[in-house]
Each structure stands twice: as C-alpha cells, then as structure tokens.
C-alpha cells in the first residue's frame, strides 16, 4: 500500500506538539512487517516513551527498553480468544480462505487472554525505565 503521508515524518511531527503537554508519550505502530516496526522503534527511541506494535495478534517476546530510553516490543498482543484464527472461529477462518467465499466473521470464544505490556516510567523525563509482557488467561468466572 502507498503511504499517503510518511509515517516517520507525521509521528515526528506530533511528537513536536505533544512534548510541549507531556513528557510521557506512547505510539502504537500498527503495521503488518516486523521489519517496520522495528525501524520506528528506533527512529522514536529518546525520542518517546514506548513504541508498541500492534497488528498481527500474536503478542512476540522482544520487548526492551531501547538505548534512548524507549520501550519498545514488536507486537503487543491481543485481547480475545487464542483458540482461534486471530480472533475468529477457526473454521470460519479457513472456509473463508478455502473457498474464497467471503464469510461472515464469527468471534471465537475459547481461550480468551488479556495480552499486553506494563510499561515503568520516569514521569520528569518520560523515560521508560521497565518493560515486562503480560498474558492473563480469562476463566470466565472472575
């Protein structure tokens, strides 16, 4: 797909107007390639809080703190159920993919996790100073 604006430049420039409100800033790059979120982790890091990619529901295990300060994790996760294709009922998701009849997305409901990341920060310099991965299984019962 063709960018219609540079995703570097545009977070670069927002980061200029949010810095005069806050020193804690979080960008969520959603993006298919691994390759790109970790080229704006390192354009961002010293530059912003986090980096936390999104996109491809599978929560990856490289989160770290960046030599700026940034913390950074290719994909954060996702919240929903895990027995399943990325959220859909696995059957649905291969009929669709078989037939290239389009189906109606039915949610799975098997297995579902909170995923994500906690993140420790320098409030005065909006430094992340820790990074740890979370996955809470969901028994449906709490």
């Given amino acids: 797909m063709k960018n219609l604006d540079c995703p570097f430049r545009a977070g670069e420039r927002e ?3 949010l810095k005069k409100e806050t020193s804690i800033i979080l ?3 959603h993006a298919e ?3 790109e979120k970790m080229a704006m982790g390192w354009f961002m890091d010293g530059k912003v809080t986090a980096v936390l990619g999104t996109h491809t529901h599978v929560q990856t ?6 030599s700026g300060g940034t913390a950074y994790i290719t994909d954060a996760g996702m919240t929903g159920p895990m027995d399943s294709v990325i959220g859909i009922q696995k059957q649905v998701a291969l009929n669709r993919l078989l037939t290239q009849i389009p189906w109606k ?3 799975a409901t098997d297995e579902v996790e909170l995923q994500g990341v906690v993140i420790e920060v320098d409030p005065k310099t909006g430094k992340s100073q820790r990074i740890q991965r979370i996955k809470v299984p969901f028994d449906g019962k709490s």
């Fill in 105 to 107: 997305f039915d949610v």
């Fill in 33 to 35: 390639a691994t390759s």
């Fill in 61 to 66: 295990s490289d989160e770290k703190i960046l």
């Fill in 27 to 29: 960008v969520d790059f």
């Fill in 15 to 17: 980061i200029e107007i």
